[in-house]
């Protein structure tokens, strides 16, 4: 089974599959959104899952009300046996008015009635709290304890690589972080090496996300830097259209942690035919 990591009291997958390559933001252009979004049904969601979660990667990152996501993550733990563990980035209001807090309660029961196990505000929230002058997010608490209230554990989804920073040096109630983290820098605010650094000195588990730089890194060459560069406490959080990607994407991963050859089937084309 594929290893695992602790958030709080939850046991997670240290590989998570991501919802971009379900719900069609390809990163890429609006005609592969549209085709993501044409080929991925609840059938489709529930087959990827179903490998997944028998591997033992059974961390779902970016859960939210879409129907063909609920009924998909249901299929596979009925097909399985198993529960998955879903993690959701809401968006929120950042006003400090009743109305926003009230949205913030009514954004929380909804995510707590999926089933989430793990919220998270969405980098859009998290990222407009940031206060690089005062080294705080200040203003984010109430978000924060709505979630805690709610049961669930919470988080936060940033871009910026001082959040997990000022959220240890200030104590937020939060139990782990996410960050872009590619071979490519794809999405990086900053070089590489830097949010290596800031990744390794965060006092919680991080996930990373876009380990592929949305499809412009071989499987090969991005799991390889992920797994190498991190942690064993962190977590990678990979994005797939079909179970046979998902299964290629655990073996390159164990193969990577096991430091071993993958067991895969390579890609053929004529070209290569000389080095048979």
Request: charged fraction near 20%; hydrophobic fraction near 45%; charge should be negative.
């Amino acid at each position: 089974m594929f290893p695992r990591t602790q958030i709080e009291h939850l046991s997670v997958s240290r590989l998570i599959i991501g919802t971009n390559w379900f719900l069609g933001f390809s990163h890429t252009s609006k005609a592969q959104d549209r085709m993501i979004r044409e080929a991925v049904d609840a059938r489709r969601i529930a087959d990827i899952l179903e490998v997944a979660m028998k591997a033992g990667v059974d961390t779902l990152y970016g859960m939210r009300p879409e129907p063909k996501l609920i009924e998909g993550v249901a299929e596979a733990e009925q097909r399985t046996g198993r529960k998955c563990i879903l993690i959701a980035i809401p968006t929120f209001p950042t006003g400090e008015d009743a109305a926003s807090q009230g949205e913030i309660e009514r954004i929380v029961d909804q995510y707590a009635a999926l089933g989430v196990s793990i919220c998270m505000p969405h980098q859009a929230t998290t990222d407009a709290f940031v206060n690089r002058r005062t080294r705080t997010l200040t203003g984010i608490e109430p978000i924060l304890a709505a979630i805690r209230k709610a049961g669930m554990v919470p988080g936060l989804s940033t871009h910026m690589p001082e959040t997990p920073i000022y959220a240890d040096n200030t104590g937020l109630d939060v139990a782990t972080y996410i960050q872009i983290y590619n071979a490519a820098g794809f999405l990086m605010q900053i070089e590489v090496d830097w949010v290596q650094r800031m990744i390794w000195n965060a006092g919680k588990p991080v996930i990373t996300i876009k380990p592929l730089a949305a499809g412009r890194l071989p499987p090969l060459v991005g799991l390889a830097f992920s797994w190498a560069t991190l942690r064993p406490i962190d977590m990678v959080c990979v994005g797939v259209m079909t179970p046979y990607e998902v299964e290629e994407v655990i073996e390159l991963s164990l193969s990577v942690l096991e430091q071993r050859a993958p067991h895969i089937e390579l890609q053929e084309s004529r070209s290569k035919s000389s080095l048979k």
